[in-house]
Each structure stands twice: as C-alpha cells, then as structure tokens.
Nanobody, 111 residues
Framework: QVQLVESGGGLVHAGGSLRLSCAAS????????MAWYRQAPGKQRELVAV???????AYGDSVKGRFTISRDNAKNMVYLQMNSVRPEDTAVYYC?????WGKGTLVTVSS
C-alpha cells in the first residue's frame, strides 16, 4: 500500500504557471504507472497525465504541450508542471498510483 499527498495548488492567473507535487509514503521505484487526474465542478474525473516506471509519458488532449509530468523515484515524488494555464484547467487535481488516490489539491485559474 502507499499513501499519496498532493500539494502546490492555488490561485493562478490565466497564462501563468503552477507546479503540483505528489509525495508518496513509500518508495515508488517499484510502482508502475503514476498519474495525475482532475475533476472540475459538475464533471467526471479525467486523466491529465501518466508516467511509467521507465519515464514514458502520455497526456490528455486538452493539456498536451502545456503540462509536463515527471517523477523522482529517489525522493518518492511525482510532479505536474502546468504552463499556459486556462480557466478551464480549474479543478481538483488528484495523484494516483497502485489504485490509491490522494485527497487532491485545488487549482483555480482566473481569467
């Protein structure tokens, strides 16, 4: 089992940047895919980005070219760098790994 804690959310203006962090309670080197999801008010949770144990990445269409997922196995951390944010990126962002979810961190993008 692993526990995941997200941080780094907040209020940002459109066009700005934000970096989210996900701290794991145990080593993640042996964990396969780690991912970021988001859920906007009144909408279903959607995949934002996923990173494999080998560093391969994939992104949702709406964030391609703007967001970057990365992982630091030595620090048990997963990151989401968010650039050129838009009001439609406003959501609670969740870290996921080993079928475990964190509690989320709120990102609000003002226009």
């Amino acid at each position: 089992q692993v526990q995941l804690v997200e941080s780094g959310g907040g209020l940002v203006h459109a066009g700005g940047s934000l970096r989210l962090s996900c701290a794991a309670s145990r080593g993640i080197a042996s964990i396969g895919n780690m991912a970021w999801y988001r859920q906007a008010p009144g909408k279903q949770r959607e995949l934002v980005a996923v990173i494999s144990s080998g560093g391969g990445t994939a992104y949702g269409d709406s964030v391609k070219g703007r967001f970057t997922i990365s992982r630091d196995n030595a620090k048990n951390m997963v990151y989401l760098q968010m650039n050129s944010v838009r009001p439609e990126d406003t959501a609670v962002y969740y870290c996921n790994g080993m079928s475990t979810w964190g509690k989320g961190t709120l990102v609000t993008v003002s226009s």
